[in-house]
Nanobody
């Protein structure tokens, strides 16, 4: 059974930090790129970051570049999203997702992804 489980969300003040984890199982981690998306109420799902599990190359969306960092631990099949300098507009449910093709680290669109987690809430208070 394929599983992606997000954890690490919560409530933080503006300027604070959180680290999200995406723990995966049930598929060959090294064959997939892992992305993070977020969705705020009333808004479309937005691509945040993506990482190649093969070589660690990554991409970040314009709204988070310089503040968020994606990384992976191939030994544990886990991908992390370190979020610094958080802003109220970062408030959303954050999802991780797996897309077949480990060498491709561009974020892409949600429908390109094969598997999804259930999401974790991140709330940034002003």
């Amino acid at each position: 059974e394929v599983q992606l489980v997000e954890s690490g969300g919560g409530l933080v003040q503006t300027g604070g930090s959180l680290r999200l984890s995406c723990t995966t199982s049930g598929f060959t981690f090294d064959n997939y790129a892992i992305g993070w998306f977020r969705q705020a109420p009333g808004k479309e799902r937005e691509g945040v970051s993506c990482i190649s599990t093969t070589d660690g190359r990554s991409a970040h969306g314009d709204s988070v570049r310089g503040r968020f960092t994606i990384s992976r631990d191939n030994a544990k099949n886990v991908v992390y999203l370190q979020m610094n300098s958080l802003k109220p507009e970062d408030t959303a449910v954050y999802y991780c997702a797996a897309r077949y093709g480990a060498g491709y680290f561009y974020i892409g669109t949600p429908d390109e992804y094969d598997y999804w987690g259930q999401g974790t809430q991140v709330t940034v208070s002003s």
